[in-house]
């Protein structure tokens, strides 16, 4: 344990002085890493209020406010100042080791006055090429100039992207804006008003009332693309493709709520089979908002969200104060269920669309503790840009302020420099599961553990009391524990543990945050992290975690064996295999090493059958009567393997087409006959359509739509 605890020290000593990587990396904490952001803290940008690295590129005019009073103005921050801020170490001092920024295409130069305040794309969502860089934030050369700075110094780069829509447009008026207009690397494809090859939805705006009109009707203003065309399909892979080819190392899909679920899982499952980086999108969840369809999306389409069940949980606990420590344990609970990959879900305390976490005048523990806990809880934390200076701003454009100070001596930027390098050294905090120990209302004591790794974080939310803890209990080996945050003033104490896991009694100080930990090595199989966790026969997988041995041993998917050439690379902590060439379905991979010694299993590994395209489903004249709804399903893995307890659906029927037709878009394996038919549900109860199985042959790439009418 002493030499563990030296061991992480080191490690902590070099991030801290931007040193990069320590010498004796293992391989899940380096840079090179895409598909696992488990043991990284990530900083969200909004790259045009960090910093103006080159004022040649600032906006003009109108569009521009220098002082940054005008909050839906440009204000000048760009690729060129984020990366003298990884450049000077003050990303690295603080342990950050992912960046997320701003969508970084280009966008319409319009401005537009909305009730009388002119705003402009500063923020990025406003795309008309998604080929072309928004020269407000720099050229192609100052973006990969961003990405080497950053890779240089160990940190990852993630894109905001947005193939929603392009831009605000107006379908009675041309002249509104830049009319949504799209662009493929400088040739027009289509403005919204008139549009002859259907490349956008004419649906009107979105009243959020179902899945079906956020998806097929205009979020806002923004036209809205329609990605069953295969146009629009071809683009944004070839677009992605360029940026992935730049470098890029993660994905932030906006507003993936809005988009079709197939169109995105074959979009993921074209990633993961070029150059598969970590993605996550946002599905946003207001306060106590808990969506079952945000929970399948999570676990089936590929990528991982941003956790607003956690987030707003933290929020109320910790700012609002309305929630107590009890219903934080039972949100970890929950979702700890309700994700298949927990720890792959990215957390956050708020964002560039929530009122700050810090408000004027609220005691600063407040959000140390927030931070502390996100930090130290599963899941990939995402900061966002100001909260380590205390910045405030209620609403948007408030929360966006630009940058106030670059103090590294701010107790949070102390907090996250000592917890962030945490990650990487402690695999408890990457990998582990979490237990409650001691719980009330105002004090939650939880425990990482990964194998024998361990991170036990003590919190008492109550900033005037402190609270006697007696009958802790720990998987923590006997010993003294020094506080990992002594020195920072945050009221935390070391402690004793006693053989049998019994914890000297001890006052846990108001206001007390107090993380105690151990690492050791073991040979002991144990996987962390399996990524992507959706991918075909072929493609790579690679396989974090501890104790898999020097000498190659073997891969399961299920019961299939994957052996020697078909694994790419075996570490003690991760190993690189491909996908066997078995039937397509759900895996659990487990890793055997070469004593013969098993892991358990990581779950829920989707093997597809092939690449995939879009194909919408059409079914005319299917009649249901009340409570009823039709469903889909057939016969390869994408259409459920003939399922009838979870087919797919219940498929849509007001927008694009209305009842009695109903539709749904899917992700289907290309050049492939498919076999399918539709079903009517109520309930358990179950009617089929009647003749034989309807077939379809896919297209090799693109999308398609097949038009059938329901068999009686
Ligand atoms: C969600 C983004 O986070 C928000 O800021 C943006 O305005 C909308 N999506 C539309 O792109
Ligand atoms: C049962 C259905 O009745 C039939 O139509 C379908 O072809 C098969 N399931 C597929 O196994
Ligand atoms: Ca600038
Ligand atoms: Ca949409």
Redesign the pocket.
């Known amino acids: 344990m002493r030499f563990s605890k030296v061991a992480a020290g080191l490690a902590a000593f070099a991030f801290l002085f931007g040193l990069g990587l320590p010498a004796h990396a293992v391989p899940d904490t380096s840079v090179t890493n895409k598909q696992n952001f488990s043991t990284d803290v990530v900083y969200q940008i909004v790259t045009d209020r960090l910093v103006d690295g080159n004022p040649a590129n600032n906006p003009g005019g109108a569009a521009f406010s220098a002082d940054c009073s005008q909050k839906k103005l440009y204000c000048g921050g760009d690729w060129k100042g984020i990366t003298n801020k990884i450049n000077d170490g003050y990303l690295t001092g603080m342990g950050i080791t992912a960046i997320w920024i701003s969508q970084p295409v280009e966008n319409i130069t319009a401005i537009i006055n909305y009730s009388g305040t002119n705003s402009t794309a500063y923020h990025g969502y406003w795309a008309r090429d998604f080929k072309k860089p928004n020269l407000a934030y720099g050229s192609f050369t100052d973006f990969t100039n961003l990405i080497a700075a950053a890779h240089a110094k160990n940190i990852k780069v993630i894109i905001d992207f947005a193939p929603n829509h392009t831009s605000p447009a107006s379908q009675a008026d041309a002249g509104f804006a830049e009319n949504g207009r799209l662009y493929d690397n400088g040739t027009l494809l289509s403005g919204y008003t008139s549009d002859p090859n259907g490349y956008f939805h004419h649906n009107g705006g979105t009243d959020f009332s179902t899945l079906e009109s956020g998806i097929y009707r205009n979020l806002f203003d923004l036209a809205d693309l329609n990605h069953n065309h295969a146009t629009i399909d071809t683009y944004f892979k070839n677009a992605i493709k360029a940026w992935l080819d730049l470098g890029i190392d993660g994905i932030r899909w906006d507003a993936v709520k809005h988009m079709p679920f197939g169109w995105q899982k074959s979009m993921m499952a074209y990633i993961n089979g070029y150059k598969p980086v970590f993605s996550f999108g946002e599905w946003f969840l207001g306060t106590d908002e808990v969506d079952p369809n945000n929970h399948a999306f999570a676990n089936k389409s590929g990528m991982s969200l941003l956790d607003f069940q956690f987030g707003q949980k933290v929020r109320q606990v910790f700012k609002a104060g309305t929630h107590d420590m009890t219903s934080l344990h039972q949100m970890i609970t929950d979702t700890a269920s309700q994700y298949a990959q927990v720890n792959d879900q990215v957390t956050f305390i708020d964002n560039h669309d929530m009122d700050r976490f810090h408000v004027v005048g609220a005691n600063q523990r407040k959000l140390e503790q927030a931070l502390a806990f996100t930090l130290t809880a599963r899941g990939v934390p995402a900061i966002y840009y100001g909260t380590e200076q205390y910045m405030t701003g209620v609403g948007d454009p408030n929360n966006r302020a630009k940058m106030t100070s670059f103090s590294t001596t701010t107790t949070a930027y102390k907090l996250i420099s000592k917890l962030a390098p945490l990650r990487k050294s402690n695999p408890a905090l990457a990998y582990g599961t979490t237990q409650q120990r001691w719980l009330s209302s105002n004090v939650y004591i939880y425990e990482r553990q990964f194998g024998p790794n361990i991170v036990v974080v003590a919190i008492n939310r109550d900033l005037v009391n402190s609270t006697p803890i007696s009958g802790f209990f720990t998987a923590l080996p006997a010993g003294s524990y020094t506080d990992v945050l002594a020195g920072l003033g945050l009221n935390g104490n070391n402690i004793t543990v006693n053989a049998g896991g019994g914890v000297s009694n001890f006052t846990l100080a108001a206001g007390a945050i107090a993380v105690w930990q151990r690492t050791a090595a073991t040979s002991t199989p144990t996987i962390g992290h399996v990524g992507p966790m959706m991918a075909r026969a072929g493609n790579t997988i690679t396989i974090d975690g501890r104790g898999f041995g020097a000498t190659k041993g073997t891969v399961f998917f299920g019961a299939t064996a994957v052996t020697g050439a078909n694994i790419l690379s075996w570490e003690d902590s991760q190993v690189k295999v491909l996908v066997p060439n078995i039937a397509a379905g759900n895996y659990n991979v487990s890793v055997r090493n070469a004593g013969l010694v098993t892991s358990g299993t990581y779950n829920g590994f989707q093997l597809l059958s092939g690449a995939q395209v879009t194909v919408r489903f059409v079914v005319n004249n299917a009649f249901t009567a009340l409570g009823e709804n039709v469903y889909l399903?057939?016969?390869k893995f994408e259409l459920t393997n003939?399922s009838?307890s979870a087919p797919i659906g219940p498929l849509f029927n007001q927008v694009v087409h209305a009842y009695p037709t109903w539709y749904y878009d899917v992700s289907v394996p290309a050049s492939t006959t498919i076999?399918f038919?539709f079903i009517k549900k109520n309930g358990g109860a179950v009617t089929?359509?009647?003749?034989?199985?309807h077939t379809f042959t896919t297209p090799a790439s693109g999308t398609a739509t097949v038009n059938v009418n329901w068999q009686p």
Not at 688 to 693: I, K, L, V
Request: charged residues 25%; without cysteine; aromatic residues 16%.
């Open positions: 399903t057939g016969d003939w009838t076999q038919k089929w359509e009647g003749g034989s199985n």
